[in-house]
């Protein structure tokens, strides 16, 4: 391979060079070399010595051989060049053919011009020869001349082959002939620089293109395009643009803006903006019209009604009435039913609570007995990609084919203030690249021999600038290292590494300035081992090795720092146990948050006061509030052990957050409980304790039935998502509320019940065994007081919202902040960064660092087809690229195209065609690939086997190989020239099938087709998850594309598709959960408040609060993925939490709290106070300031994702769920909630007490005062 350094383009010029005098006379007819001459060393190649002499005739024989070599044209002319240069021009043209040949225009020309620089006759025309040396026969040889050019044909020379690409590199001819010329100027310099040792020019040749002296001519001959209408020059569409067809613009960016926002933004925003003009016309109408004549008799009768109330008194103000209004008695039966159920059930408990507790528990402990089938989910695969998915389907089919991708180590060795590289670092790093070789793993003792991908079958894939020198610091000279490196990253195809795949400089070298990367700031070293099924021995094994990598690479990074350098890395293990670290991290916090939440709850519950002397003590709820959190663990273990029995494996997501939802819900439910308690045992003081926890029970039951079924059925919609990781959560989190719900409203009303009695027989709370020697306390003292929270609800809170223009404002303050959100909603990015998965402090962070900053390369992508006979040829030409008669929209030249626009395909490099390295490996004019023994049609040539053994394939084939595909093998014979190009290495013959091709192709001999191959490119380098999302939808587009314009089953394969195949449906899935689940909501709500318009109200209040979420997702950069899905699922049943109990309140207010209005608010302003007082309190400080001191913890975490997706998350749901639920709901009620209803009394006996019912509202100054008599 060597021997095609700088494309040996340059030997072709000195074949024909001949020794002679220093050119005299420039005019046609005339040479200025002729004959080799001598050699400038004894390692050089033959020089021509200066002759200014006639052209001269040729032999017949010399003269066929002329125009075998050069064409038809030179069959008459004289010519300056003898047999053996012409021989030595035909040696060099087929090696530069081994590349260009696929180009017939790039070839043509390439032959043309140094045809005419070997043999025309006019030779001294544009050929001035400056300056001669000494051969080592002692003779004068040409060392440096003026080659003049006609710059239109250099550049048309220069066009015809800049976009020819190399295969086996996935590049261009260009960077191998041309060093990367961007210009024709840069090309022929490249082919002119005197390049002896390394296969090319052994003199300088200059083209000098600003001035041109009068005696010379410039060469100029009519330059063939690569896009001509000539079949015999027209180049493929992937080597030339203007061959190619045209496509459709992409779509994947047709996003309609107006300006910098998008359209459905500024409609959201005008929107808005026009209803609340609307609004704002209609209240002031409305407000006009009161103030109206036809307003003020009636005004002036409701003054005199209400005894003369003071005009400047505003509605909603609480005044003193006359007597209590009587109102209108309605009743729902659904109600009536579910709260005489509820009583029943609640009757049942209080009486017997030991049987119910016992019976709980071990209704429980069944159920938790599934823990022992318990497994827990890690695989990512397993857990964002359906089974049944399509992009699972096909990640299949390439294992099954093509095998598991590879498992990648990878490195970075960085020097951020300077070179990186120097003697001494490459001396050091070859011994670190030789002892990870040498590493044995512990259990299995294998070593990277052992384990790693072999091409070949001979050397391991060890992607590494020291496999620039051979993998072998031995071929280090401490000299001349940097001339290798610029020659090797110049020309990757002449420093074949000992796997024979050329290395791109970009995937080894980083920080690159300037295309020097000899001072470059990092190496990228990466080692391939093999990969295969999950439980195979090779993982294990791989693994097992890993282990060691891992701790080896820790100690170089020390080794590096003391160099000054810094060392990054990752091995195939490293992301799992980093993530495992960082959840580790998090139980912590999680348990920490959940201990402060535990002990607000506990010390809420019993309003401990000091002031409370030693009935603190007694009424202290410590003890029923950690009853309350083991229902919560219960129900969370109860769900777990019976769908671990199903075998519905747990998730880290369920995990962690199953446990706050649960909690958020059942604290709820223990607030509403206690409270209305307190305001049964002050309605019904002398009733046993079993009939107030009834009572009790009646009057909350429905609510938590309420708050319980939308919640379960919201969350049990979830279970019909194909992604596993949301599915599981939906299923889990439905088993825990359903369990929780059931456990509240048994269990916990049987130790509400023994609690009530601890407080009434005077025990201590945690020690119910111990009693305070005081006096009997009667039921009536047990009454609590009203707490401050509760007061300021009742007195300042709920009437300050109700007035008229509050709730004006509340309404148009909502609905902007929802109409914003909405209008951010566009903006929301999706994808999770793996560095905010892992924790701050992690290894990892930098190596992702840095491969960002470093990696400038992309992740290749396969095309991959299914099912297609590429035997016949009629398939041959929908797949290939690089022959003239190949489909105009086959599969390569659709990929070419895409390529060319990058920014919209993210394809960077041209795609690697074995169809066409195939079909160009038969070429006899590469008369180095396909050989058969002589004699033979069935057994190879060895690769370095001499001529005179072998006959080339397809040199006598009839019809003869052309690059319109006619006479290439079909059926059967393609299979068998295809077996034994797929075992040809690539040296001498580039195009050979082994390394680069071995797992690219499936044939099947048995029924003559290909069951699947790929096609190999790469993305552009990826910088951001924006970047992987759009990545993987165009490389669909694009399969798409291919597979409508060629009939063949085409998709896309990388390693990453699959962990981004949720993206695709993302928005869609966020979609249709959350409106399944607002159905749900506004179906049960409507059917248990009685009220459709109720129902409707607290749907959209949930919808609001979800919107508004998503809105501070924007602003607080939360990305969109499964993680902040299930978060927003779980804001759909926490919103519900927030609304529902407020609303059940509403539609059944509670009648000793409604009398007290005792306000001149009617219809639903009256009941939404009332709401407000009965359980107001509750949810505020229930669920709102529990999960505030819960959320709060959670900002101390080390971990990135639970400071993102969690503490951001959680804290805005606090916040926007209790300002909607306490703040816009009350006010949308008012406004829109349907009528009310009665709630009906049972026949337990009450004892009622109008005195003690009263005394619940009394000013607190008196409440204490009985307190203190109380306790005297």
């Not at 509320?737 to 059931?742: E, I």
């Not at 924790?839 to 087809?865: A, H, M, R, W």
């Not at 009394?1258 to 009985?1266: G, N």
Request: net charge negative.
């Amino acid at each position: 391979m060597k021997s095609l350094c700088i494309l040996v383009l340059g030997m072709a010029m000195w074949a024909g060079l001949v020794i002679a005098a220093i050119t005299d006379v420039h005019q046609a007819g005339t040479c200025a070399m002729y004959k080799n001459c001598g050699k400038k060393s004894f390692f050089g190649a033959q020089l021509p010595c200066p002759y200014n002499g006639p052209a001269t005739t040729l032999e017949p024989d010399t003269r066929a051989a002329l125009v075998d070599i050069c064409g038809s044209e030179w069959g008459n002319s004289d010519v300056c060049c003898d047999a053996d240069q012409l021989e030595n021009l035909r040696s060099n043209l087929k090696k530069a053919e081994t590349l260009i040949s696929s180009c017939p225009a790039c070839q043509a020309n390439f032959v043309q011009f140094f045809c005419s620089f070997s043999c025309s006759p006019n030779q001294s025309q544009f050929i001035n020869i400056t300056e001669l040396g000494k051969a080592t026969s002692g003779g004068g040889i040409v060392t440096e001349l003026d080659y003049f050019v006609e710059p239109a044909v250099a550049e048309k020379f220069f066009d015809s082959c800049k976009d020819v690409k190399f295969s086996a590199t996935n590049g261009y001819v260009m960077d191998l002939i041309g060093g990367g010329a961007k210009n024709y100027k840069e090309f022929l310099k490249f082919l002119g620089d005197e390049k002896p040792l390394l296969g090319g020019s052994p003199f300088q040749i200059n083209f000098p293109w600003e001035d041109t002296p009068e005696e010379i001519d410039r060469l100029d001959f009519e330059a063939k395009n690569c896009a001509s209408g000539d079949e015999r020059y027209r180049c493929a569409c992937v080597d030339c643009p203007g061959a190619c067809p045209s496509l459709p613009p992409s779509n994947s960016e047709s996003h309609c803006h107006i300006g910098a926002l998008p359209c459905f933004s500024l409609a959201i925003i005008l929107l808005y903006l026009l209803l609340l003009v609307v609004f704002i016309l209609i209240y002031k109408s409305i407000i006009q019209f009161n103030r109206g004549p036809f307003y003020k008799p009636e005004r002036l009768r409701l003054l005199q009604e209400n005894g003369g109330a003071s005009e400047d008194e505003e509605e909603g103000d609480i005044v003193e009435a006359s007597e209590l209004v009587e109102r209108e008695s309605k009743t729902y039966r659904l109600h009536s039913i579910l709260q005489s159920k509820f009583t029943t059930l609640g009757l049942f408990c209080a009486q017997f609570p030991g049987l119910v507790i016992g019976l709980s528990l071990l209704f429980v402990g069944i159920l938790s007995l599934g823990w022992f089938h318990f497994t827990i989910e890690t695989n990512p695969v397993r857990l964002w990609v359906s089974p049944q998915s399509e992009t699972y389907l096909q990640k299949q089919f390439y294992d099954e084919n093509f095998g598991p991708f590879y498992r990648a180590e990878q490195a970075f060795l960085v020097n951020e203030s300077g070179p990186v590289l120097s003697y001494e670092t490459l001396e050091w790093w070859f011994e670190v690249e030789s002892n990870i070789t040498a590493i044995s793993s512990p259990v299995y003792g294998v070593k990277f021999d052992d384990i790693c991908l072999k091409p070949t079958d001979e050397a391991c894939v060890v992607q590494s600038v020291t496999q620039y020198f051979g993998g072998d610091f031995d071929n280090v000279d401490s000299d001349a290292w940097q001339d290798q490196i610029t020659i090797c990253t110049s020309n990757p195809v002449d420093c074949l590494p000992p796997f024979q795949q050329p290395l791109k400089p970009n995937m080894i070298i980083g920080g690159v300035e300037d295309g020097d990367y000899v001072n470059a700031h990092a190496i990228i070293i990466s080692w391939v081992v093999n990969n295969d099924d999950e439980e195979s021995t090779q993982v294990a094994h791989a693994m097992d090795w890993e282990q060691e990598l891992e701790a080896y690479l820790l100690d170089v990074q020390e080794q590096a720092a003391r160099r000054g350098l810094r060392l990054s890395f990752n091995t195939e293990i490293s992301l799992e146990k980093e993530l495992n670290k960082s959840t580790n991290t998090d139980a912590t916090i999680i348990a920490i948050s959940y201990i402060f939440m535990f002990l607000y709850a506990s010390i809420a519950l019993g309003r401990l006061s000091f002031k409370s002397g030693r009935r603190a003590l007694i009424e202290s709820k410590f003890t029923l509030g950690l009853f309350g959190i083991v229902i919560v663990l219960l129900s969370v273990s109860a769900s777990i052990g019976l769908f671990s029995i199903i075998g519905i494996p747990v998730t880290l997501i369920i995990a962690e957050v199953i446990p706050f939802l649960v909690l958020a819900v059942g604290v709820d439910n223990i607030f509403l409980l206690s409270h209305e308690l307190e305001l049964v045992n002050q309605a019904y003081p002398n009733d046993p304790v079993e009939h107030r926890v009834a009572r009790t029970v009646g009057k909350i039951g429905p609510s938590i039935l309420l708050s319980a079924s939308c919640e379960f059925i919201a969350f049990a919609l979830g279970a019909a998502v194909a992604m596993p990781a949301v599915r599981n959560f939906a299923i889990y989190a439905a088993g825990a509320v359903f369990v929780d719900a059931v456990l509240q409203v048994t269990m916990f009303v049987s130790a509400l019940t023994l609690d009530q009695l601890r407080v009434e027989d005077g025990r201590l709370d945690c020690l119910p065994f111990l009693k305070l020697q005081m006096r009997t306390v009667a039921a009536s003292a047990v009454v609590s007081k009203e707490s401050s929270l509760v007061l300021w609800i009742r007195t300042k809170y709920a009437p300050s919202i109700l007035k008229k223009e509050a709730k004006a404002i509340i309404l148009m303050v909502f609905c902007g902040l929802c109409a914003l959100s909405l209008a951010l909603i566009p903006k929301i990015q999706l994808g999770l960064d793996q560095r905010i998965a892992i924790p701050s402090d992690s290894y990892l962070v930098n190596y992702f660092d840095d491969l960002y900053d470093y990696f400038d390369s992309g992740p290749p992508v396969y095309f991959v087809t299914r099912e297609f006979n590429v035997t016949e040829r009629v398939e041959q030409k929908a797949l290939c690229g690089r022959f003239s008669t190949c489909d105009e929209y086959s599969l390569l030249n659709i990929l070419e195209q895409e390529r060319k626009r990058p920014s919209v395909s993210y394809i960077s490099e041209p795609a690697a065609s074995w169809i066409d390295d195939f079909f160009h490996w038969l070429n006899p004019q590469l008369d180095e690939c396909c050989r058969f023994k002589k004699g033979s049609t069935d057994e190879m040539c060895s690769p370095y086997a001499r001529e005179w053994q072998c006959d080339v394939c397809y040199a006598n084939k009839d019809p003869a190989w052309n690059i319109t595909m006619n006479g290439l093998p079909k059926g059967e014979e393609f299979l068998k020239f295809f077996s034994f190009w797929i075992d040809s290495p690539s040296d001498p013959c580039p195009l050979g099938g082994k390394a680069p091709y071995s797992n690219a192709v499936v044939a099947d001999f048995e029924r003559v087709t290909i069951n699947a191959s790929s096609f190999r490119t790469s993305h552009t380098p990826l910088r951001s998850q924006d970047d992987f999302i759009n990545a993987h939808a165009n490389a669909k587009r694009i399969a798409k594309s291919v597979s409508q314009r060629t009939g063949a089953e085409v998709f896309p394969y990388s390693v990453f598709y699959i962990f981004f195949d949720q993206y695709d449906s993302i928005f869609k899935l966020t979609t249709t959960l959350i409106v399944a689940a607002e159905l749900s909501i506004l179906v049960m709500s409507s059917l248990l408040l009685g009220s459709i318009s109720s129902g409707i109200v607290v749907t959209v209040t949930v919808g609001m609060i979800v919107i508004d979420i998503m809105g501070v997702m924007v602003v607080w950069g939360i990305s969109l993925n499964a993680v902040s899905l299930v978060n927003l699922v779980i804001c759909v049943g926490i919103g519900v939490e927030f609304c529902s109990h407020l609303a059940r309140a509403f539609m059944v207010p509670n009648k000793e709290v409604l009398d007290l209005s005792r306000s001149r608010m009617k219809g639903n302003d009256e009941r939404v106070w009332a709401a407000l007082v009965s359980v107001g309190g509750s949810v505020l400080s229930g669920i709102t300031f529990t999960k505030l001191i819960g959320v709060i913890v959670l900002a101390f975490t080390r971990s990135k994702i639970f400071e993102i997706y969690y503490f951001r998350m959680w804290l805005a749901l606090v916040i926007i769920g209790a300002s909607h639920g306490l703040v816009l709901l009350p006010v949308a009620l008012s406004y829109f909630g349907g009528e009310g209803y009665t709630a009906e009394e049972f026949s337990i006996d009450s004892g009622r007490t109008e005195q003690r019912y009263r005394s619940l509202f009394e000013e607190p100054e008196s409440l204490e005062s009985d307190n203190d008599e109380e306790e005297r």
